[in-house]
């Protein structure tokens, strides 16, 4: 079992960045595949980015293809999501999640285990 926790969220204006971190318990963290998804108010849960066991295979949802950056630190048992070129559109709570399936899968149901969530707000 792993318990995730993110931060690095807050307010910033358009065109700016924010690295999120989200922090993993447990001693088999680099097991895990990690993803990164948001929400935002009135709409569903989308995937954004993923990340192999390793850190050597990721994958990216087309709508921040070239503007996140999703990364991974397993001795630090931390899994980081650069935003940048952030819109207000990317205005959202953002959630990473740990999935024991050894593949990269941008569903929701293929992760077990989520964080609570940090709030990005994007202002123009």
């Known amino acids: 079992q792993v318990q995730l926790a993110e931060s690095g969220g807050g307010s910033v204006q358009a065109g700016g960045s924010l690295r999120l971190t989200c922090a993993g318990s447990?001693?088999?963290?680099?097991?895990?595949?990690m993803g990164w998804f948001r929400q935002a108010p009135g709409k569903e849960r989308e995937f954004l980015a993923a990340i192999s066991p390793a850190g050597f295979d990721t994958y990216y949802a087309d709508i921040v293809k070239g503007r996140f950056t999703i990364s991974r630190n397993n001795n630090k048992n931390t899994v980081d999501l650069l935003l940048s070129t952030l819109e207000p559109e990317d205005t959202a709570v953002y959630y990473c999640?740990?999935?024991?399936?050894?593949?990269?899968?941008?569903?929701?149901?293929?992760?077990?285990?989520w964080g609570q969530g940090t709030q990005v707000t994007v202002s123009l």
């Open positions: 447990g001693r088999f963290f680099g097991s895990y595949t």
């Open positions: 999640a740990a999935g024991n399936r050894n593949v990269i899968n941008a569903a929701a149901w293929a992760y077990d285990y």
